[in-house]
């Protein structure tokens, strides 16, 4: 299929509540939506970006400029026959994984319609219900931390993860864990500690945590090893790994028994599945986990979330945790934990949700149009 036309938004949708973590405060999405269209046929997909580079290196507004400066130019008016070949066109253009996650994701919701099967399909996947959890931030107190815990449990939700930095750490597991037992629960830190902290992690390697998500520095891998020997927790990463050979390297060091897959991070969609199908093979179990997306890069997150080697419950919520109304019809619901892909959406071609344009309008910061 040709490219023939691309559209890019940029759209700021508030969300329910502040996420907050140890980089900083959220109030807001100000994300990028990708579409493009061939052959009568349009495909939907997200660049979930943060404002600030505070997670990775990019920002909205990086990501804007890569995609119509250097991306799109690239794959514009070209022919694709798998969208796995889509990376192969911009391979020169290094890092800026989140602005290329946009334009594969795009044309893999195409092929997916241009084949008349659902997304999920496409990528590869099996699971039929999928499992989730809740990322949860920090809060102004740990009583409002235990409210929503105890909101999210009685929701069903499979696993509470609560993100931490520090002061803001050991003590707080400790509540959670005398007030709700031994609910699956785990910590992210997204790189807040040094190795200087070993006895702060060894008296939270006491609480029975499923993981401790990114611990150390966001672009270390060795350090993590040297933790995890010290650890019976185990330790997953998210911000280290940004290619399959990360997550090789990683395995191979020790400094991880858990990765955390998004699509975003690691460049798009080909990529996690490259790291699914490693760590398949390693017998190391995998997640999937979020960037606050839209209901669009949620509908993907489902997606690589359905192949096998998915066993532990993401950070895909429901629509409803992060948003007053999502972009998409109908919205993601979650019933006792679970997503259900068996349903009507779950069964139509593509990422199987309808994109609400009106809603597109209401929060629409920019866009623009690309033709061959
Ligand atoms: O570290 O996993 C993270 C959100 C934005 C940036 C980084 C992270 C997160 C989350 C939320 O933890 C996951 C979600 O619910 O989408
Ligand atoms: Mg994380």
């Excluded at 061939?38 to 890569?66: D, I, K, Q, R």
């Excluded at 991306?71 to 602005?99: D, M, T, W």
């Excluded at 997953?236 to 090789?248: F, T």
């Amino acid at each position: 299929m040709k490219v023939e036309r691309i559209r890019l938004m940029n759209i700021r949708m508030p969300l329910v509540s502040p996420f907050e973590t140890s980089f900083g405060k959220e109030t807001d999405r100000n994300t990028l939506i990708v579409a493009i269209s061939s052959e009568g046929l349009t495909g939907w997909a997200e660049s979930p970006t943060l404002s600030s580079p505070l997670y990775n290196e990019e920002t909205t507004e990086t990501a804007w400029h890569v995609m119509k400066d250097f991306l799109i130019p690239l794959v514009l008016g070209k022919e694709f026959n798998h969208p796995s070949e889509l990376p192969k066109a911009y391979k020169a253009i290094r890092g800026n994984n989140i602005a290329k996650s946009g334009i594969e994701g795009a044309f893999w919701d195409l092929y997916a319609k241009a084949r008349g099967i659902p997304l999920w399909r496409a990528v590869g996947g099996t699971r039929e219900k999928i499992a989730v959890g809740v990322s949860l931030g920090i809060e102004p107190s740990v009583s409002v931390l235990l409210q929503k815990i105890e909101r999210y449990l009685s929701d069903g939700y499979r696993k509470i993860k609560v993100k931490i930095k520090p002061g803001w750490d050991v003590d707080v597991v400790e509540q959670i864990r005398h007030e709700f037992g031994d609910i699956p629960l785990m910590v992210d830190a997204n790189s807040a500690f040094t190795l200087n902290d070993i006895p702060l992690f060894k008296r939270m390697d006491e609480f029975g945590l499923i993981m401790i998500e990114q611990p150390l520095e966001h672009d270390d891998i060795v350090e993590h090893s040297y933790l995890q020997r010290e650890l019976r927790t185990p330790i997953c990463l998210d911000e280290s790994i940004l290619h399959a050979k990360d997550a090789k390297n990683a395995l191979d060091l020790g400094s991880a028994r858990v990765i955390n897959i998004k699509i975003a991070r690691v460049g798009g969609m080909s990529e996690a599945k490259a790291i699914h199908d490693l760590c398949k093979v390693r017998g190391v179990p995998v997640w999937c986990g979020g960037m606050l997306e839209t209901g669009i890069g949620r509908a993907h997150n489902l997606a690589i979330a359905s192949l096998e080697g998915f066993t532990i419950p993401g950070d895909t919520s429901a629509s409803s945790r992060y948003f007053k109304e999502d972009i998409i019809e109908p919205e993601v619901v979650v019933e006792d934990g679970y997503i259900d892909l068996t349903t009507a959406t779950g069964r139509s071609p593509g990422i199987g949700y309808k994109v609400r344009e009106d809603r597109l309008r209401k929060w629409l910061v920019r866009e623009e149009v690309f033709r061959a």
